[in-house]
C-alpha cells in the first residue's frame, strides 16, 4: 500500500523557515518524480514544486522561485521542502504527492499524502 | 503559465442527477489532463488521467472528455458521495496548474 505521510509542519514567524518532511513507503520511491501541492486556507489547489527521480531537474511555481527548495533523499525514501522567508500567504496545508513517471509531461499525481499545515503569524 | 477555468464554480444538484463540470485551458494541451475530487479535510483523490482514462477503482459512473483546450467532466447519476469539490490540473508543461475549483453541493 502506498503511503506519503508528511511532516514538519507548523507555526512560524514571516521571514522565518521550515522544513516540510514527506516520508515514502509502498512503492519504488527512485522511480518516481515527487511534487508538493498547498492548499490555503478555504481556497483552491495550488502547484508549488517537482523533483525528478535522481534530483537533477526541479521546477518551482513563480511565487515561491528563490525561497523554497526541493530535494530528495532516496536512501531514506524521503522528499523535502525547504521553506525560507516564509509569508502570510504561504500559509497553506501543504500534500506531498507521488508521480507516475519520472518527470515532465503526463506525470500524473496518483497518490497523495494526508496533508500538513503551515501557518505562518506574528 | 497556462491558466484553467472551470465552470461552474458553484453546482447544486440532486441524487440521481447527471452533471456536467467544464474546464477551459488558456492554451493547448493535448490531453495532459487530470481530473480529482477533494471532500473537506481530505487530501484530493485522482479519478480521471490523459482526460478521459478512469483511475483504477473509480466508479463508471465517472468520465471525462475532451483535448486540445475544452475538456469536461460528467457524472452520470450523481451518489450521495459524489458531493465534493472538482479540480481539474493541467500536465502539459510545468507549473502544473490548477483550476480554481467546482463546488457540487445537494440541493
Known amino acids: 500500500e502506498v503511503q506519503l505521510l508528511e511532516s514538519g509542519g507548523g507555526l512560524v514567524q514571516p521571514g522565518g523557515s521550515l522544513r516540510l518532511s514527506c516520508a515514502a513507503s509502498?512503492?519504488?520511491?527512485?522511480?518516481?518524480?515527487m511534487t508538493w501541492v498547498r492548499q490555503a486556507p478555504g481556497k483552491g489547489l495550488e502547484w508549488v514544486s517537482v523533483?525528478?527521480?535522481?534530483?537533477?531537474?526541479?521546477y518551482y511555481t513563480d511565487s515561491v522561485k528563490g525561497r523554497f527548495t526541493i530535494s530528495r533523499d532516496n536512501s531514506k525514501n524521503t522528499l523535502y521542502l525547504q521553506m525560507n522567508s516564509l509569508r502570510a500567504e504561504d500559509t497553506a496545508v501543504y500534500y506531498c504527492?507521488?508521480?507516475?513517471?519520472?518527470?515532465?509531461?503526463?506525470?500524473?499525481?496518483?497518490?497523495w499524502g494526508q496533508g500538513i499545515l503551515v501557518t505562518v503569524s506574528s | 503559465d497556462i491558466q484553467l477555468t472551470q465552470s461552474p464554480s458553484f453546482l447544486s444538484a440532486s441524487v440521481g442527477d447527471r452533471v456536467t463540470i467544464t474546464c477551459r485551458a488558456s492554451?493547448?494541451?493535448?490531453?495532459?489532463l487530470a481530473w480529482y475530487q477533494q471532500k473537506p479535510g481530505k487530501a484530493p483523490k485522482f479519478l480521471i488521467y490523459?482526460?478521459?482514462t478512469l483511475q483504477s477503482g473509480v466508479p463508471s459512473r465517472f468520465s471525462g472528455s475532451g483535448s486540445g483546450t475544452e475538456f469536461t467532466l460528467t457524472i452520470s447519476s450523481l451518489q450521495p458521495e459524489d458531493f465534493a469539490t472538482y479540480y481539474c490540473?493541467?500536465?502539459?508543461?510545468?507549473?502544473?496548474?490548477f483550476g480554481q475549483g467546482t463546488r457540487l453541493e445537494i440541493k
Open positions: 504527492a507521488k508521480g507516475v513517471g519520472s518527470y515532465g509531461s503526463g506525470n500524473y499525481h496518483d497518490y
Open positions: 509502498g512503492f519504488t520511491f527512485t522511480n518516481y518524480a
Open positions: 523533483i525528478s527521480v535522481s534530483g537533477d531537474f526541479t
Open positions: 492554451q493547448g494541451i493535448s490531453s495532459y
Open positions: 490523459a482526460a478521459s
Open positions: 490540473q493541467q500536465l502539459n508543461s510545468y507549473p502544473f496548474t
